[in-house]
């Protein structure tokens, strides 16, 4: 069973850094490029970051560029979001979710994702 | 970054019924752009890429159309499962975005 899980979420303050994992199964992780979503409470989705199967190419949203670092280790299937320098605005649920393509852009979309991890950023 | 605008963002509809809602770029993403299906509490669920390709399982009465700016997404004959809030998301260039989405309520 293709499966994503992810961990690390939790309560933190804001100015603070948290580090969210990703576990994949069920399907051949270096083939596939992966991606990182969030979704704050009664919004839409908003894409976080993508990278590359490869880590060759990386992309981020202009909110967390610069704060945010995504990164992978295919030996371990797995994939991270290092966030730095939290704010209250990136209280959300966050998910991860495989592109069906290698490349994050000009990809296939995001057609596997995990039940996502809560980050809640408050004083 | 690239913007993309939903219409409408709330649309009342019946069993059967046919309907289509759209998706507009604030600049050309050629016919990288995708449909995702949201249940309350669920994670969005893909339905189409590069503007047509339906994904694997998901059912014939989902279509997608469009090019360039404006697209399309068109529901044949709803069905009980299809309500849901609707988001389009362009992938062609970073930064990926999604759109505001359309909420489908039964009426």
């Known amino acids: 069973e293709v499966q994503l899980v992810e961990s690390g979420g939790g309560l933190v303050q804001p100015g603070r850094s948290l580090r969210l994992s990703c576990a994949a199964s069920g399907f051949t992780f270096d083939d596939f490029a992966m991606h990182w979503v969030r979704q704050g409470p009664g919004k839409g989705p908003e894409w976080v970051a993508g990278i590359s199967w490869n880590s060759g190419s990386i992309g981020y949203a202009g909110s967390v560029k610069g704060r945010f670092t995504i990164s992978r280790d295919n030996a371990k299937n797995s994939v991270y979001l290092q966030m730095n320098s939290l704010r209250v605005d990136d209280t959300a649920l966050y998910y991860c979710?495989?592109?069906?393509?290698?490349?994050?852009?000009?990809?296939?979309?995001?057609?596997?994702w995990g039940q996502g991890t809560m980050v809640t950023v408050s004083s | 970054d690239i913007q993309l605008t939903q219409s409408p963002s709330f649309l009342s509809a019946s069993i059967g019924d046919r309907v289509t809602f759209t998706c507009r770029a604030s600049q050309g993403v050629g016919s990288y752009l995708a449909w995702y299906e949201q249940k309350p509490g669920k994670a969005p669920k893909l339905l189409i890429y590069a503007t047509s390709i339906l994904q694997r399982g998901v059912p014939s009465r989902f279509s997608g159309s469009g090019s360039g700016t404006e697209f399309s997404l068109t529901i044949n004959s709803l069905q009980p499962e299809d309500f849901a809030t609707y988001y389009c998301q362009q992938h062609n260039s970073y930064p990926l975005t999604f759109g505001g989405g359309t909420k489908v309520e039964i009426k």
């Open positions: 979710a495989k592109d069906d393509h290698v490349v994050p852009a000009t990809g296939h979309g995001m057609d596997v």
